[in-house]
């Protein structure tokens, strides 16, 4: 029920082309989806966030879809260039005031993503 | 500003040691998480510490503990090694913002841990 699912566990895609990763979770509690990047050596960071009340969210190129009767959300990297080469991290939370439960992301297993120049 | 700041960078362990790793959040921020990043297995919940107090635990054994200090800098013990041990420790931190209930953590670079 704690779990988010990611796929696929990597992805090589052409300069310009779309990257498209999929996550996928079951308990209804999650309420904030943020997906975080890690470049190799270096710790994860955000990226772009998404609440259940919208069904997409665009920041420049990175775009969250959101499907809340599926528990079901992706992220879609528009033009994709050999920078966005990196680990990508769909997440879920638990409001953190719920102390024996939230607080704490969630994280899938990962995305590597290499962008052939 | 600092980020978020772990050390050692590298430990190597044998098997039943004890390893300590440390973490010194953002300025500021109050609350600190524990996270392994084992290879093939993404990022699997430790610990969260808030103000000092331990507030939620993740599915790993007793002995693996930590501490919260009044700096808000945190500590991370791992007790009889374990080779399945051996993975990228990172923490991050957190500010809250007004009533905001989900907070966007800030990771370090990790404390790579190696047990022989």
């Known amino acids: 029920q704690q779990q988010v699912k990611q796929s696929p566990q990597s992805l090589i895609v052409q300069k310009g082309g779309i990257s498209i990763i999929n996550c996928a979770y079951e308990n209804t509690a999650f309420d904030y989806f943020p997906w975080y990047q890690q470049f190799p050596g270096k710790g994860p960071a955000l990226l772009i966030a998404i609440r259940p009340d919208v069904s997409e969210k665009k920041e420049g190129r990175f775009t969250i879809s959101f499907n809340k009767s599926a528990k079901q959300f992706s992220l879609h990297i528009m033009d994709s260039q050999p920078g966005d080469s990196a680990t990508y991290f769909c997440?879920?939370?638990?409001?953190?005031?719920?102390?024996?439960?939230?607080?704490?992301?969630?994280f899938g297993q990962g995305t590597e993503l290499s962008v052939k120049p | 500003e600092a980020g978020v700041t772990q050390s050692p960078t590298h430990l190597i362990k044998t098997r039943g040691q004890q390893a300590t790793l440390r973490c010194s959040p953002i300025?500021?921020?109050?609350?600190v998480y524990w996270y392994q990043q084992a290879l093939g297995l993404g990022l699997q919940f430790l610990l969260w510490y808030d103000e000092g107090e331990e507030r939620n635990r993740g599915n790993f054994p007793p002995r693996f503990s930590g501490r919260q200090f009044p700096n808000y800098s945190s500590e991370l013990n791992v007790n009889a090694l374990e080779l399945e041990d051996s993975a990228l420790y990172l923490c991050?931190?957190?500010?809250?913002?007004?009533?905001?209930?989900?907070?966007?953590?800030?990771f370090g670079e990790g404390s790579r841990l190696t047990v022989l």
């Open positions: 997440a879920a939370s638990i409001p953190s005031p719920i102390y024996n439960q939230g607080g704490k992301l969630i």
């Open positions: 991050a931190s957190s500010l809250v913002r007004g009533t905001a209930v989900h907070r966007e953590l800030f």
């Open positions: 300025s500021g921020h109050t609350s």
